[in-house]
């Protein structure tokens, strides 16, 4: 199975660098992403001078460009011009549309674009149908994401069909599957890459902000900063007696840390596991602290940092004292 990423595709209109250019492509290849895709402007910005260890492709609109791009091995187009460099690149709406292309063959080289709703469909034998369809055809999948499932597809395919090839971007950027979600599928449904690491995710997440000068959220799957984050007492209860039960993968893996944050809905396992962090075991009443932290989240609408439960511990001793 093969991942080629199109970030690069897609945001060609930023002010990029070399540096960052090339950071963001050492970052795939650290990931095993097996190729990306440059549009004329990036390749420009890097002076073509490729990093190795990745296939590079392009997308032109005429096949007579080709030789100004030493170091691009494939080429998307509308048209094959039989070199062998050109991938035809066909754009699918509808399942149905797949029949059509059953007489192509494999051994063409096609992308396919599109296919946004083909897991939204009430019957699974149309779904079915469907993966058969693209496994006869085996194109690199490039789904869209306009129904939200663009990830879940590039995953599906490359399950039903271990010699497929999908094409992605980090974040999903251009209403397309995201890289580094359909990566951690396959890392836990195939184990694909079984003694990977794919801790320089977190490092790629810095390039992409410092590329497209936005913050990815903090919540966002996989490479989000506070996804392994937890509050509710029932939920961190249970991770810390078997994190398998509520974590997919651990966040090692993607070089993300779990912390138990206190808040409204905090409870006092919750209030323990912090006192056992500081050293202050059975020093206060779990009560009345949780009291206090839930009184100070509601007022801060939102978490009760470190520094604040340090300073409710403080409070807490006050009045002991007075009383």
Do not use: W
């Not at 096609?110 to 469907?130: A, F, M, N, Q």
């Amino acid at each position: 199975m093969k991942i080629i990423d199109a970030t690069l595709t897609m945001v060609d209109g930023s002010c990029l660098t070399k540096k960052l250019v090339k950071d963001f492509l050492k970052g795939l290849n650290s990931l095993s992403v097996s190729g990306a895709v440059l549009s004329p402007r990036v390749y420009h910005v890097l002076n073509g001078e490729l990093p190795e260890g990745i296939i590079y492709y392009m997308e032109l609109p005429s096949m007579g460009e080709c030789g100004k791009y030493p170091g691009i091995q494939f080429f998307f187009s509308s048209f094959s011009d039989g070199t062998g460099k050109s991938i035809r690149s066909i754009q699918v709406n509808d399942v149905s549309e797949l029949k059509g292309l059953a007489d192509i063959g494999c051994d063409k080289k096609l992308r396919l674009t599109g296919l946004d709703d083909l897991l939204i469909y009430e019957s699974r034998d149309i779904y079915e149908r469907g993966m058969k369809l693209l496994m006869q055809v085996s194109p690199i999948l490039y789904p869209e994401n306009s129904y939200y499932c663009a990830s879940a597809i590039a995953a599906d395919y490359l399950q039903y069909h271990h010699n497929g090839t999908v094409m992605t971007t980090f974040t999903g950027i251009g209403n397309k599957a995201a890289t580094e979600q359909v990566i951690l599928a396959m890392r836990v449904v195939e184990r694909y890459k079984p003694n990977h690491n794919f801790e320089p995710l977190a490092e790629l997440r810095g390039v992409f902000e410092q590329m497209t000068k936005k913050t990815i959220s903090g919540h966002a799957p996989v490479i989000g900063s506070k996804i392994f984050h937890i509050e509710s007492g029932i939920h961190v209860d249970g991770v810390l007696k078997k994190p398998s039960n509520y974590e997919s993968f651990p966040p090692e893996l993607v070089g993300a840390a779990r912390k138990v944050v206190l808040g409204k809905h905090s409870g006092k396992i919750s209030i323990r596991y912090k006192m056992k962090q500081l050293k202050v075991e059975k020093q206060y009443d779990e009560g009345q602290l949780l009291e206090m932290v839930k009184r100070k989240s509601m007022k801060n609408n939102g978490e009760v940092t470190d520094e604040e439960f340090l300073t409710i511990m403080s409070e807490c001793d006050k009045n002991e004292k007075t009383n």
